[in-house]
């Protein structure tokens, strides 16, 4: 840093500069004005010293300044774009993982002549900044600080080889995420979902099912296996027609033999509750903790549940729970048999029979709608309603066939027993020796992987699906699989002090512009990105930086090995 003082031939006045010799973005040595201190002749009228101090101010400086004030007025500076460098963090955990060397090591047997790691950045940064599709992804590709330079052909050619590589770079991820945070799988969660397309075309993928966003349309089944920590361990897609039960034992297979998984403690909800799964996971020497269902179990089974024997109260009596040991013999479809020995875990809380009177409520007002206007009874498709409503065309008294006006006949005893049963929630699982309290801590987890489901659609877009080809569909997942374990990890690392979408923010809206002469102003960033910052061991909080701080920021990021 130095003063520079000139004079124009025009005037009488001599200006002052606080001036930096840099180099630009080929390297050639130049200067820009960092700041005018205005006339020399008025500035000397207050101190006639003025000149020697601010030279030696200026040799105080550090070339690798902060926040010094730019005058955009006299230095006459240039407005451009702004140009997102959030992406910084996201690029530090693709190197961290080392995901350039796997691709690097599959691509020099291609014959592809795009660059696969480009594209993979570009799709993985975009569906976390900016969810959208292929295509508005390509378009947006000028954004980043540092522009990425791929073309739309070459985008939907790279699905394909994502699809090839799938199953080798989940177990890549897999050995890299517990090298570097200690990843545990003792006790892993599993869940299925679905994704819908928007054609009614099916194919060997593509099938329309139960879908659980009540689409018409053909759909596909993902199967998400997550460990403790929320951070996605692997996936799989099955035809839309598999049921959810049907997906566990495939999928846990190739995990086995391509993971190296040892024993397993999985946990999943009802609809994973089979008795073929539970005898599969049994066999392999693994473990299982499920919820069951209670309605519509046996009488015997429900009036165990309801009996008031073995529970064991809180002081403010809002939660009780009890178990039980049972064993019972499980026939599997190739007529094997196998006997469980289980624990079975009963509790009841208030906060749940609140929660389900509550939902009652409306389930008797329409109930009794129903019960007063037949008609609307064929109209309703709410089975919730229907189990406890009977349509009777016979006139009971008189035993004639009533053909123009239906009676609705309400089961109460059913309606009763299920009223009984509100705040109840039945556990079953293989760890005879967990106490209950940890069986049901344990269980609790698993909001873990439906949560991860609802970034997968919302947050980050993951549905509808709008590629139409079954391995671009494919490479799709796999693209929004690293965006969730990437979101994932940086929720990780800030202890899960924030939601997905706030981090997702945070990262989007770190901007800059490019004013002039390697000048940029940077937009003002809140608090989750500045703790994102903290665990980075990073800190770029001016108003204005050069392009070399830019950089030396990006370098420090990825390089920096502290977390």
């Not at 200006?15 to 002749?41: A, P, T």
């Not at 101190?47 to 400086?61: G, M």
């Not at 099938?207 to 403790?228: A, V």
């Not at 671009?472 to 997942?477: A, D, Q, V």
């Amino acid at each position: 840093m130095y003063i520079r003082v000139t004079k124009s031939p025009t005037s009488k006045f001599s200006k002052v500069y606080l001036v930096e010799g840099y180099r630009d973005e080929n390297g050639k040595v130049k200067q820009r004005i960092i700041k005018s201190y205005g006339n020399l002749e008025e500035l000397q009228k207050e101190d006639p010293n003025i000149l020697e101090k601010l030279k030696e101010e200026a040799k105080k400086i550090p070339s690798n300044i902060v926040d010094i004030p730019v005058d955009l007025k006299d230095t006459n500076l240039s407005m451009e774009k702004d140009k997102n460098y959030g992406y910084f963090f996201l690029e530090k955990i693709y190197y961290e993982l080392e995901i350039p060397k796997f691709i690097m090591s599959f691509q020099t047997n291609s014959k592809e002549e795009y660059d696969l790691n480009e594209i993979l950045k570009l799709l993985v940064y975009g569906r976390i900044l900016n969810p959208m599709s292929k295509k508005a992804t390509f378009e947006q590709q000028e954004t980043y600080f540092e522009p990425f330079k791929v073309t739309l052909p070459s985008i939907y050619a790279s699905l394909s080889q994502f699809h090839k590589i799938k199953q080798d770079i989940q177990y890549h991820l897999h050995q890299k995420v517990n090298a570097l945070y200690n990843r545990d799988v003792s006790l892993v969660f599993y869940d299925v979902t679905n994704y819908y397309f928007e054609t009614d075309h099916e194919d060997d993928l593509k099938k329309k099912g139960i879908s659980k966003e009540n689409k018409k349309s053909p759909i596909i089944q993902m199967g998400l296996l997550i460990d403790r920590n929320g951070l996605p361990i692997a996936y799989q897609l099955f035809p839309g027609n598999t049921h959810d039960s049907r997906t566990l034992e495939p999928f846990i297979e190739k995990l086995r033999k391509g993971f190296n998984l040892g024993r397993i403690i999985l946990t999943a909800d009802k609809g994973l509750n089979s008795k073929e799964n539970l005898a599969y996971l049994s066999m392999k020497k693994d473990g299982y903790i499920v919820s069951q269902k209670v309605r519509g179990t046996s009488k015997e089974f429900i009036a165990k549940v309801l009996d008031e024997e073995g529970y064991v109260y809180n002081k403010s009596k809002t939660f009780k729970v009890k178990s039980f040991i049972r064993k019972r013999k499980v026939e599997r479809e190739n007529k094997s048999e196998i006997t469980l020995e289980e624990k079975v875990v009963c509790f009841w809380s208030k906060n749940f029979d609140v929660y389900e009177k509550k939902k009652r409520e409306k389930l008797e007002e329409r109930i009794i709608e129903f019960m007063e206007t037949p008609s609307k009874y064929n109209a309703s498709n709410r089975y919730g309603i229907k189990k406890y409503l009977k349509l009777q065309h016979i006139d009971k008294k008189t035993g004639e066939i009533e053909k123009i006006k239906p009676i609705l006949e309400f089961d109460r005893e059913k309606y009763e027993r299920d009223v009984a049963l509100d705040g109840y929630y039945v556990l079953v699982t293989s760890e005879l020796e967990l106490s209950e309290i940890d069986i049901i801590e344990k269980y609790r987890g698993l909001w873990k992987i439906e949560e991860s489901f609802k970034v997968l659609k919302s947050d980050l877009e993951g549905r509808p699906v709008y590629v139409r080809r079954n391995d671009y569909i494919e490479g799709h997942f796999l693209v929004c699989f690293l965006a969730l374990l990437f979101i994932r990890i940086i929720e990780l690392k800030l202890n899960h002090k924030y939601s997905t979408r706030r981090i997702q923010e945070a990262l989007k809206e770190a901007k800059c512009r490019k004013l002039n002469k390697g000048i940029y102003s940077l937009n003002k960033q809140d608090e989750v990105y500045r703790e994102i910052e903290k665990v980075f061991n990073v800190n770029l909080n001016y108003r204005y930086v050069r392009l070399e701080q830019i950089r030396l920021y990006r370098r420090d990021i990825i390089h920096n090995n502290k977390n």
